[in-house]
Nanobody
Framework: QVQLVESGGGLVQSGGSLRLSCVVSGINHKFFELGWFRQAPGERRDLVARIAYNGFTTYQDSVKDRCTISRDNDKATVYLQLDSLKPEDTAVYYC????????????WGQGTQVTVSS
């Protein structure tokens, strides 16, 4: 059973910070890129950040100065540190694993709500 379990979302005031966590199980995570996406109501699901097993990271330009993605390979966990949050950051944040050994596979978590009040 593959599971990606997010946590850390919640309600925060503008300018505040949150740290999201995603624990991955059921796959060998060293063969998977891990990432965070977000989706606001009525909008597409967009990449926030992603990180390879070796630590190489990619960020959306709109958030790269305000967030940091990291992974603890011993704990099979990926984190997203969000700082200086703005109301436009309000969305459901989803954890994603992409990769595989023989066949490419893709898995999603159920999402965690981030709400930033003004």
């Amino acid at each position: 059973q593959v599971q990606l379990v997010e946590s850390g979302g919640g309600l925060v005031q503008s300018g505040g910070s949150l740290r999201l966590s995603c624990v991955v199980s059921g796959i060998n995570h060293k063969f998977f890129e891990l990432g965070w996406f977000r989706q606001a109501p009525g909008e597409r699901r967009d990449l926030v950040a992603r990180i390879a097993y070796n630590g190489f990271t990619t960020y959306q330009d709109s958030v790269k100065d305000r967030c940091t993605i990291s992974r603890d390979n011993d704990k099979a966990t990926v984190y997203l540190q969000l700082d200086s949050l703005k109301p436009e950051d309000t969305a459901v944040y989803y954890c994603k694993a992409h990769g595989g050994i023989v066949a490419i596979q893709e898995y999603w978590g159920q999402g965690t709500q981030v709400t930033v009040s003004s």
